[in-house]
């Protein structure tokens, strides 16, 4: 079963997951009020199971999330980024996800710099109804960063 560890790991924590020999993502998601919140909100009604890896932070659009946001979540910890919203055509703004869609294709390029794996970043579109698709997302990014390993900045207090 997994263990939900906090996006600010103490050294106790992260001896206690290693302990466990089980590394736990802390992950942060950015998710759409329209669609992919709505579609979380639809995974635990029909009590879909996923991982509780994840912290969502509700925003209007992801149009409006700034890379700001994505790099202070690695720099504080974070194992992976998860940004998500409406399909392209159903952004409630117009072209919000399409600008976010440019924002993470130049963020992608500039993490490295940063000393991060651009693979901890993520950008998918799930609608309202597809709680389905939200469940199965977390699992499989889960997966993923469990494979690649802790985030470079974890337990370090970089800013
Ligand atoms: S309103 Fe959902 S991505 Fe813009």
């Not at 925003?59 to 994505?70: E, I, N």
């Not at 963020?107 to 389905?132: H, M, Q, Y």
């Amino acid at each position: 079963m997994p263990v939900a560890v906090p996006i600010h790991q103490t050294d106790s924590t992260v001896y206690w997951s290693e302990k466990m020999n089980e590394f736990e993502p802390a992950i942060i998601a950015f998710v759409c009020n329209w669609c992919t919140f709505t579609a979380a909100d639809l995974a635990g009604t029909s009590r879909l199971v996923y991982p509780p890896n994840i912290r969502l932070i509700r925003v209007m659009c992801t149009g409006m999330v700034d890379p700001k946001y994505v790099i202070k979540a690695f720099l504080e910890g974070a194992d992976a980024v998860l940004i998500s919203g409406c399909h392209p055509g159903d952004c409630h703004y117009i072209n919000g996800n399409l600008k976010a869609r440019r924002r993470v294709k130049l963020l992608k390029e500039i993490l490295p710099r940063f000393g991060f794996d651009e693979k901890r970043l993520r950008l998918t579109w799930i609608g309202a109804s597809e709680g389905v698709d939200f469940a199965r997302t977390v699992k499989e990014l889960v997966e993923e960063i469990k494979a690649i390993g802790p985030g470079e900045a974890r337990g370090q207090m970089v800013l």
